[in-house]
RNA sequence: GCGUCUAUAGCUCAGUUGGUUAGAGCGCUACCUUGACAUGGUAGAGGUCCCCUGUUCGAAUCAGGGUAGACGCACCA
């Protein structure tokens, strides 16, 4: 084995093993056990989000098949309509063309071999990480069985009036030319104006003033609105406005929505072009007037003078011309939140236009009774509130898109405008009894993405059909997400499951963190402090990361900035630190708070402990590689260290199914790292090194102790299996011949079982023991250390205070003691012997002695003696005030109190001792 | 406006139902190339647990009120 841990030069091969020989699939015995991976978008590749999602839900799938569950983890991906219509749209551009000029079925096309061409990317990415999913049962929702589902769903929804159609106004983003859900909008607040308008009566008796922050919108102005009970205007209700610029007569209207402290108590109403006046235009049944086009320019019913034009140009030739008829009053700054397109930023328009819809109440109500019941389970359980937030809020969901690609809705029209919707053309056909006279031509639009999305728990399983699958792994086991998603995905998905399987799709919701910069920053590529998971793996230069950053940027100050920050942030670019120490690091990150800022030092950290488990293991087949490992029998006596380290292990594995229990792998992660390196490696190989490199030691001892060293390793590599299986798969391959497993020839560890809590091996006696001879030589050590004796130099011991307990652990441990604190002799004193001016350690109520005598420098042993003094007599003073407070006594547990005595009692003593011990040597 | 979350060592973070000497990693200091590992070892320094008030024998932990920050939903033209 290489001196330190490459990891480069065995993941690839590894993985290959592992999916060649088909060990991803659900085994098909045992209980089930099922992830759904979230699938990400075929334009996507793997950010460091995804890795940690991914690094979390392998972890669970890998532990969960070596516990012998029937473990399945779904994979596949997502059509994503708008991210990759977008991405081959630019495409064309880029040549000069549009999808108009292709036309929508050769663009669809050219979609589906972009996807066959591009779409991989973020799979082999998956396979760099080391994920485990069922390849095998890889989807992508545009796939022929997944389509079905969604047509089926759509039909039968539409049959029971939950899925309609209507004119409404709906969220229209201008860029992409398409209707989008609330949840695809996003308001930001940012600096604009307020523009106040008199608007005069159209008696001539006088005028109003209104306030809007769009005044282009005028065109459209149906109404004027007051409050009912505003005094100022009491008596203008019911009269008329004669609208500037296009003369129209107007009435002025109260509602109760108005408010009479903002602005000037005057709302201009446009229900075509805003939802609040949507609604207010429904409720006194004022005109709708539309006065935009697709592309949000001004429409052919405005004015001759604004058509053609941009909304915004619109805006400007408006207030300059209200202003040019002395209507415009005055201009004031102010804060609005502006509704953009989550995906093109531009500024989304209000827009009544048809649309189909999902009803989503009915649905709604047993997807909150689910989680209200307990049956669905959200981890942290705090983000069930914002679930109910937003499902009892919840508004219809607008499905359609008009876009091309994506699932083309399943309704077809005649050439009347009715509408009919069936699974195929033929089914209309049949249904309705529509002759091949007829024409139908069938729905333009598709849906929303996150309509297939929302099947993805059951449509994976082969719904419609009863599949055995469909029976098996609905529901999951747990969905491991962002709280981004909840909405988006997450409820729709509780609800579709509900309706569709009338079961739950999951009963664990983990939601994890989401990832940040180190800085707490949300990574983006226009701040320019994306990291990706792979680079991390690789390792990059400098040069070519400043690139990939850099990459694409239209503002060429942005780009220097980035690239400068970069420069300054990674100045060798970054190191190769393999998937093993990316994923630990993404385990040990993942606590239950919601932001998690990415410490690269923490990689690099977890880097050391993977080179910490190679060379620990190199010391372990060093010693029983062609040595006698007590595989095949043969008598085997088993030290002190050996059993300690078995009962050890037992409490660590213990610790560790707790934590993954609680989704709580930062602790998971911590447990096995404490153990490996503070225990296993700091301790347990040095104690060793007593029994292996001693003439004394009987051929039994030896072998009980390589006998313990492999298997703690064999059995420690399987703890760790789940989250670095790269590493602990290569080391397993060198260390299972000489373990105590029976495998057959080229067996993978990934399919070995967990392992499990041997009973026999827990033993508090020894760990008691092990605690012990840790605090002696971390005694003698420490003398070591303050008193600046080199650790070569052999010292002579003794030993005050004794007890029975005292010599039997001295009699077990002399040669760890020896060896490890470098003893030539130990020397227990009798009762009341004098000893000599010594430097002292305490265990427990024993003293060490180590005589000064040509060692020790007197000043520095009291000023020793004096630190530990006032330690102790801090909290001897504590503990002492606590027990002499009668309110204290008569009110804690026993049990504290008892506790509270015994430090007392331990604390005076030492303290005692410690006195004695300075009093001797300021004797001196 | 409604709701959620966060504040602990220089940095990034743990801290389970109130009872610890408040922990870890990184960084820092000193010493050490000892036959697994310098991507290492040994020892060590470092804390007003954001502030105030309360509950309690006892508060980092519970309650109330602040301060600072993050986020979600709704929204005033």
Known sequence: MDKTFEPQSIEQQCYKAWEDAGLFKASGSGDPYCILLPPPNVTGSLHMGHGFQQTIMDAL??????????????????????????????????????????????????VWEWKEHSGGTITGQMRRLGTSPDWSREVFTMDEDLSKAVTEVFVKLHEEGLIYRGKRLVNWDPVLHTAVSDLEVLNEEEDGHMWHMRYPLADGSGELVVATTRPETMLGDTAVAVHPDDERYQSLIGKEIKLPITGRLIPIIADDYVEQDFGTGCVKITPAH??????????????????LTDDAKINDDAPEAYR?????????????????????????????????????????EPYLTDQWYVAVESLAKPAIEAVESGEIRFVPENWNKTYYQWMHNIQDWCISRQLWWGHRIPAWYDENGSVYVGRTEEEVRDKHGLGSDVTLSQDDDVLDTWFSSALWPFATMGWPEETPDLETFVPSSVLVTGFDIIFFWVARMIMMTKKFTGKIPFKDIYITGLIRDENGDKMSKSKGNVLDPIDLIDGIDIESLVTKRTAGMMQPQLAEKIAKRTRKQFPEGIQAYGTDALRFTFAAMASTSRDINFDMARVEGYRNFCNKIWNASRFVLM????????????????????????????????????????????????????????????????????????????????????????????????????????????????????????????????????????????????????????????????????????????????????????????????????????LETVTILKDGEQAPASATALVGEMEILIPMAGLIDKDAE???????????DKDVSRTRGKLSNDKFVSNAPEAVIEKERAKLEEGEKALAKLKEQFETIQAL
């Not at 805003?274 to 006065?291: A, T, V």
């Not at 140009?313 to 700054?333: F, H």
């Not at 993954?660 to 911590?670: G, K, S, T, V």
């Not at 009291?862 to 102790?872: D, H, P």
């Open 308 to 348: 053609g034009l941009d909304r915004f140009d619109a805006r400007k030739q408006i207030v300059a011309d209200l202003d040019a008829q002395g209507v415009l009053m005055k201009i004031e700054p102010h804060k609005l939140k502006v509704p953009r397109g989550d995906r093109t930023g531009a500024v989304i």
């Open 274 to 291: 805003d939802f609040n006046d949507y609604d207010m235009g429904k409720r006194h049944n004022l005109p709708m007037i539309n006065i």
């Open 61 to 110: 799938t890998r532990y969960h098949r070596m516990k012998g569950d029937n473990t399945l983890w779904q994979v596949g991906t997502d059509h994503a309509g708008i991210a990759t219509q977008m991405v081959v749209e630019r495409q064309l551009n880029a040549e000069g063309k549009t999808r108009h000029d292709l036309g929508r079925e050769d663009f669809i096309k050219k």
């Open 862 to 872: 009291l000023a020793r003696i004096t630190k530990a003094m006032e330690k102790i």
């Open 623 to 822: 010693n029983t590689e062609e040595h006698d490992t007590g595989r095949d029998g043969g008598e085997m006596v088993l030290s002190l260290a050996d059993r300690w380290i078995w009962a050890k292990f037992q409490q660590t594995l213990v610790e560790f199914e707790k934590a993954l229990e609680d989704y709580r792998f930062d602790i998971a992660a911590q447990t096995v790292y404490e153990f490996t390196w503070n225990q296993f490696c700091d301790w347990y190989l040095e104690l060793t090194k007593p029994v292996l490199n001693n003439d004394a030691s009987t051929e039994a001892e030896k072998r009980g102790t390589r006998h313990t060293l492999i298997n703690v390793l064999e059995s420690l590599l399987r703890l760790l299996h789940p989250l670095m299986p790269f590493i602990t798969d290569t080391i397993w391959q060198r260390v299972v011949p000489l373990s105590a497993l029976k495998v057959e020839e080229g067996a993978s560890i990934m399919v070995q079982t967990f392992p499990e809590v041997d009973a026999a091996k827990q033993d508090d006696n020894v760990l008691a023991d092990i605690e012990w001879v840790k605090k002696f030589i971390v005694g003698i050590r420490n003398i070591r250390g303050e008193m600046d004796i080199s650790p070569n130099k052999p010292l002579n011991a003794l030993l005050k205070n004794v007890s029975d307990e005292d010599a039997r652990r001295l009699d077990a441990a002399k040669a760890f003691l020896d060896k490890l604190s470098k």
